[in-house]
């Protein structure tokens, strides 16, 4: 091989090796609705769509307001399909109103795998405990995030019904409105020390000195 012909050839091989690292996509949110821009459509029991108070003080966008009287636990819900085996995340964000409630309560997001379709009684629930909770020492009048990471759908799964839901300790009433509701496949982490930075394997480092070291062979038997 000429030593045009294997420059040519180490800068191809090159090329092809030095990728960039994957980056972790976005995956997308399965929940409908879960921004509440103009209405609260996709969610079914207590709905109040409320037009003046949004996570990220969107004027054109609102939330869901969810309000209890006495004690008890209210909630606005929606079903969405879900695989088991498969980890999805779950996250929204809450604010309770000193305006709007007048005793102590919880606002909290729950997740309960189904295995139908979200219309059968709580007896076919088939794993709970994924709740996340915001109470009044969070702090009344401000956005909290709540978050449930990883969750693994058991087997036979095949949906989850995602509450929006508070509850109420007192004989008063307590408000929650929530907003960017997200539910999705989760996304793996990178592994530790990975980076998107261009960059070349070990093996075809190698391989580069082994033409390098061949040119260099084939110039000195040119001169010979
Ligand atoms: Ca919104």
Same mark, same amino acid.
């Given at each position: 091989?000429?030593?045009?012909?294997?420059?040519?050839?180490?800068?191809?091989?090159?090329?092809?090796?030095?990728?960039?690292?994957?980056?972790?996509?976005?995956?997308?949110?399965? %929940?409908?609705?879960?921004?509440?821009?103009?209405?609260?459509?996709?969610?079914?029991?207590?709905?109040?769509?409320?037009?003046?108070?949004?996570?990220?003080?969107?004027?054109?966008?609102?939330?869901?307001?969810?309000?209890?009287?006495?004690?008890?636990?209210?909630?606005?819900?929606?079903? %969405?399909?879900?695989?088991?085996?498969?980890?999805?995340?779950?996250?929204?964000?809450?604010?309770?109103?000193?305006?709007?409630?007048?005793?102590?309560?919880?606002?909290?997001?729950?997740?309960?795998?189904?295995?139908?379709?979200?219309?059968?009684?709580?007896?076919?629930?088939?794993?709970?405990?994924?709740?996340?909770?915001?109470? +009044?020492?969070?702090?009344?009048?401000?956005?909290?995030?709540?978050?449930?990471?990883?969750?693994?759908?058991?087997?036979?799964?095949?949906?989850?019904?995602?509450?929006? +839901?508070?509850?109420?300790?007192?004989?008063?009433?307590?408000?929650?409105?929530?907003?960017?509701?997200?539910?999705?496949?989760? %996304?793996?982490?990178?592994?530790?020390?990975?980076?998107?930075?261009?960059?070349?394997?070990?093996?075809?480092?190698?391989?580069?000195?082994?033409?390098?070291?061949?040119?260099?062979?084939?110039?000195?038997?040119?001169?010979?």
């Amino acid at each position: 091989m000429a030593p045009t012909s294997i420059l040519r050839a180490a800068i191809a091989a090159g090329m092809a090796f030095a990728g960039t690292a994957p980056l972790g996509a976005q995956a997308a949110n399965l %929940v409908s609705n879960g921004t509440f821009d103009t209405n609260a459509n996709g969610w079914t029991n207590a709905v109040l769509w409320d037009g003046t108070r949004d996570a990220g003080s969107n004027p054109a966008s609102g939330s869901d307001q969810v309000s209890v009287s006495g004690n008890g636990c209210t909630s606005s819900n929606q079903c %969405v399909a879900a695989t088991p085996g498969t980890a999805y995340d779950l996250s929204a964000q809450v604010l309770i109103s000193s305006v709007l409630t007048t005793g102590d309560g919880i606002a909290q997001v729950v997740a309960l795998w189904q295995s139908t379709d979200c219309l059968q009684p709580l007896g076919k629930v088939i794993s709970s405990d994924t709740t996340s909770n915001v109470g +009044n020492a969070a702090g009344l009048d401000a956005w909290h995030g709540v978050s449930l990471a990883a969750l693994v759908a058991p087997p036979t799964t095949k949906s989850i019904q995602i509450g929006l +839901n508070t509850c109420s300790q007192t004989n008063n009433k307590f408000t929650a409105n929530f907003d960017n509701v997200s539910f999705s496949v989760a %996304v793996a982490a990178p592994p530790a020390g990975a980076t998107a930075v261009p960059g070349l394997s070990v093996g075809m480092l190698a391989l580069l000195a082994t033409l390098v070291g061949a040119m260099g062979a084939w110039l000195r038997f040119r001169r010979a």
